[in-house]
């Protein structure tokens, strides 16, 4: 009975997939300037975490109203805390930091194997620094 048992097991853990954790750092300068998620662009496997991680003071991480997956949930973090996200729906998510926003604090995640599409993600209102950004993320995603 306990050989069964422990065979069982073993074949439902074969099939569980584990999820992973990325870190993305909240910094006010990087390898790409100022006023930075680190890294920027980011593939991930749906049901994948994202820890993103307030290094420096004043920068928190929300999602971009109309720059994610239809029926994706929202979130926003507070100000100077982590937070951790856990992404279930494929498709790209645009992510910013809001007081620097319009400083181009930006970042791009693609869940899955969704194919990046530059003119619908882009198609809203975004400050030039951010869409400059976000060119150069979804490129690095392609």
């Known amino acids: 009975m ?4 422990i065979a069982i097991a073993l074949l439902l853990a074969a099939g569980v ?4 954790t990325h870190e993305v750092k909240m910094l006010d300068k990087g390898e ?3 006023m930075v998620f680190e890294p920027s662009a980011l593939k ?4 994948d975490t994202v820890k993103f991680v307030a290094m420096d003071k004043l920068h928190n991480a929300e ?6 997956p239809e029926g994706a949930e929202s979130f ?4 100077n805390q982590d937070i951790e ?5 494929e498709g790209l998510y645009g992510i910013k930091c809001l007081p620097h926003f319009a400083m181009g ?5 693609k869940v899955g194997k969704a194919a990046p599409n530059a003119d619908s993600f882009l198609s809203g209102r975004i400050p030039p620094q951010a869409k400059a950004r976000f060119q150069a993320q979804i490129a690095k995603l392609k």
């Open 17 to 20: 997939v584990h999820a992973a």
């Open 63 to 68: 999602l971009i109203a109309g720059m994610h």
């Open 105 to 109: 604090m930006v970042a791009t995640i």
């Open 85 to 89: 996200v856990t992404f279930k729906k």
């Open 44 to 47: 991930i496997a749906p049901g």
């Open 2 to 5: 306990i050989h069964r048992s």
């Open 76 to 79: 926003a973090g507070k100000m």
């Open 32 to 34: 790409d300037g100022a």
